[in-house]
T-cell receptor, first 110, second 114 residues
């Protein structure tokens, strides 16, 4: 039973446009959420996070939105750049576990 | 910039052989994680250390997998015997402490079991 779901295996976006990556979770005990980015042949790198006491967190071109009632979060990248092409993982934390989604491959088209 | 080191980067072995992976975390990071990632899936936690103690190894297949972090610094993950289904990327990560702290990942070891 997947507690953290990224339902889109891949997403293709034109350079300069907005990329929106989605993540759904089932466990209401999750209180902290993170996004990691992974390039081929490299380990994941931390991108941005959000606590459940907030509904938005912004860092430069990256914004994460949290909708607790819908158990949904999204990562917005504006504007999208070629270097953003990577696999993006959503991860959720409760007091004793960190659960990762399966990832979404983002492709930025020139 | 400090990095998590892992070796080897690639390993090809035959089933029933033993394999070992090594990880050197960022200096000062008390928490060390070993993950297994199968293509198309997210990282799956195998074991988490806090200093030299195991915090969570509930997903570690203990009949064939073992992990140690004897001095609370570097760590070794061993598989004996390897099975075809063990083919995956094995990732090591470290952080200062809690699960909400940023985890810094090494480049991983790509294991292929023939």
């Amino acid at each position: 039973d997947q507690q953290v779901k990224q339902n889109s295996p891949s997403l293709s976006v034109q350079e300069g446009r907005i990329s929106i990556l989605n993540c759904d979770y089932t466990n209401s005990m999750f209180d902290y959420f993170l996004w990691y980015k992974k390039y081929p042949a490299e380990g994941p790198t931390f991108l941005i996070s959000i606590s459940s006491i907030k509904d938005k967190n912004e860092d430069g071109r990256f914004t994460v939105f949290l909708n607790k009632s819908a158990k949904h979060l999204s990562l917005h990248i504006v504007p999208s750049q070629p270097g953003d092409s990577a696999v993006y993982f959503c991860a959720a934390v409760s007091n004793y576990q960190l659960i990762w989604g399966a990832g979404t491959k983002l492709i930025i088209k020139p | 910039e400090a990095e998590v080191a892992q070796s080897p980067r690639y390993k090809i072995t035959e089933k029933s052989q033993a394999v070992a992976f090594w990880c050197d975390p960022i200096s000062g990071h008390a928490t060390l994680y070993w993950y297994r990632q199968i293509l198309g899936q997210g990282p799956e936690l195998l074991v988490q250390f806090q200093d030299e103690s195991v915090v969570d190894d509930s997903q570690l297949p203990k009949d064939r997998f073992s992990a140690e972090r004897l001095k609370g610094v570097d760590s070794t993950l061993k598989i004996q015997p390897a099975e075809l289904g063990d083919s995956a990327m094995y990732l090591c990560a470290s952080s200062f402490g809690s699960l909400t702290d940023t985890q810094y990942f090494g480049p991983g070891t790509r294991l292929t079991v023939l």
